[in-house]
């Protein structure tokens, strides 16, 4: 699919000079196993705050990327959507964290933790903060908050075929407006640990 939500979608400038796509990715893999362990270990009571973004997508992506961990310094477009002017990115972050753990900790039943988690996931892959790994980071950010309300980890879609198309739908329907899509493909996931 060429949605521009793949893992990597062309060679960037990597520290370690790799040019093979399937050796980036498997670095890129590295790096997002070690932020699954990092969120499993995290503390019921913990915030997603700014610390812990910039932690996840520098834990990701350091070995390979100058940018990991840091917040975008230029203008990007992401498919149909262009996301928020660089200098309006920290600020947006913050505010985004500030509503998210101010959420977190008010929600209990299933239904209205998939509506947090969807709200979660799309805010953060519209505010789109990083020049790269915003997806990858966005759905970090949704497994820790899921497991902090007592969920397994979810996994939205597989790299390629009917439930990444589905995905794919869901976000662009919130990117309208309409999030009850996203709400529906995360609810239908979640499970209790």
């Known amino acids: 699919m ?14 370690l000079n790799i040019t093979d796509k399937e050796l980036l990715n498997l670095y890129e893999t590295s790096g997002i196993a070690k932020c699954e362990i990092m969120i499993q270990e995290l503390d019921v009571d913990a915030d997603l705050d700014i610390s812990l973004i910039l932690e996840i997508h520098r834990t990701a992506f350091s070995e390979l990327y100058d940018w990991a961990g840091k917040w975008r310094s230029v203008e990007v477009q992401v498919g149909r959507h262009a996301p928020p002017h660089p200098s309006q990115v920290p600020a947006l972050v913050y505010q985004f964290s500030d509503d998210l753990n101010f959420r977190l900790k008010r929600v209990k039943e299933k239904e209205e933790v998939a509506d947090l988690l969807a709200y979660l996931h799309h805010r953060f ?3 789109h903060p990083f020049n790269n790994g915003n997806g990858r980071t966005a759905r970090l950010l949704l497994n820790a908050a899921a497991m902090i309300k007592g969920f397994e980890p979810i996994q939205l879609y ?5 439930a990444r198309v589905e995905y794919i739908h869901a976000l662009r329907m919130a990117d309208g407006g309409d999030i009850k899509t996203l709400t529906a493909l995360i609810l239908r996931e979640l499970t209790p640990l």
């Open 2 to 15: 060429n949605d521009g939500t793949d893992y990597t979608p062309s060679i960037d400038d990597n520290l």
């Open 125 to 127: 892959v519209w505010i």
């Open 158 to 162: 597989h790299r390629e075929g009917e």
